[in-house]
């Protein structure tokens, strides 16, 4: 089974412009979460979808929104990008949004905002 | 709010070793899991264990262990058998519920071989 896949891998981006980032989960797994990963902040939960339907949001302002597709791929954007967005960004399925369910991470997007 | 304290930024040991990487957590729920993520530099994020807190037994994997203290709200991680693919960041986790993923600063552990 692939695993959870996460595009692009890099990406460099000027201050004010938005980006869109993109995760396909696992085959079968319906929950899709979104982290933040920087040195100073450590990992910080954005938000979390299940079938189509966002189930939980972290402390973000509202630049940072998502989505969710029909097929479970979920797409991140960020929008007006500032400096302190800079970090690498992780997504992670699982089979349900309950706790018994391991959540499987990708490989991140690293983000550079200039 | 649930939060995850990991008191040790770094930690070494010597190939074959063992090694005892420590987590501290707060909440007033009764139930709800732990976990110990495993970060090497590909950064690619790995379930290294899971705990469940209704159960008393410590959870093993092979050489990884954990040491679950509910009363004291401890989740320490033992390492047997150092190798040196052991080397990698080390995240504590904890999640009630349908809730997210609290994780620790984490602890970067070096393997001297």
């Known amino acids: ?114 | 709010a649930q939060t995850v304290t990991q008191s040790q930024p770094e930690m070494s040991v010597q190939e074959a070793e063992t090694v005892t990487l420590s987590c501290t957590y707060d909440t007033s729920e009764s139930d709800y899991y732990l976990f110990w993520y495993k970060q090497p530099p590909s950064r690619q994020m790995i379930l290294v264990i899971r705990q469940e807190a209704y159960k008393q037994q410590n959870a093993t994997e092979n050489r990884f262990s954990v040491n679950f203290q509910k009363a004291a709200k401890s989740f320490s991680l033992k390492i047997s058998d150092s190798q040196l693919g052991d080397a990698a960041m080390y995240f504590c986790a904890y999640r009630q519920g349908a809730q997210k993923l609290v994780f620790g600063q984490g602890t970067r552990l070096t393997i001297n071989p």
């Open chain 1, 1 to 114: 089974k692939a695993g959870v896949t996460q595009t692009p891998r890099y990406l460099i981006k000027t201050r004010g412009q938005q980006v869109t980032l993109s995760c396909s989960p696992i085959s079968g797994h319906r929950s899709v979460s979104w982290y933040q990963q920087t040195p100073g902040q450590g990992l910080q939960f954005l938000f979390e979808y299940f079938s189509e339907t966002q189930r939980n949001k972290g402390n973000f302002p509202g630049r940072f929104s998502g989505r969710q597709f029909s097929n479970s791929r979920s797409e991140m954007n960020v929008s007006t990008l500032e400096l302190g967005d800079s970090a690498l960004y992780l997504c992670a399925s699982s089979a349900g949004h309950l706790t018994p369910n391991e959540q499987f991470f990708g490989p991140g997007t690293r983000l550079t905002v200039l």
